[in-house]
């Protein structure tokens, strides 16, 4: 399995962006940023997919994104092994 972690951080460095650019309304700087943090993901897992299948000849693997927020590696595992796509 793979685990795409510190999502949330993808989600607040896309805000800062669209901060940056003077955007200032809060609904949508919320709205944009995760659907910039999610076209971002989906652009890393297709790649990843990609590299996989083509180079190592093998099926892309289950993956899951993640916080960025610490879990016990107990914790860890159950959370990966319910959230999996």
Known sequence: MIAF?????????????????GETD???????????ATTAYVKCVTLVKRMIELR????????CKVSGILYSFHD??????ARYH
């Open 5 to 21: 972690t510190q999502y949330d951080r993808l989600v607040r460095s896309k805000k800062a962006e669209l901060e940056e650019d």
């Open 26 to 36: 809060p609904v949508v700087l919320d709205r944009q940023s995760k659907e910039d």
């Open 56 to 63: 190592l000849k093998a099926q892309m693997p289950r993956y």
């Open 76 to 81: 860890a595992v159950c959370l990966l092994t």
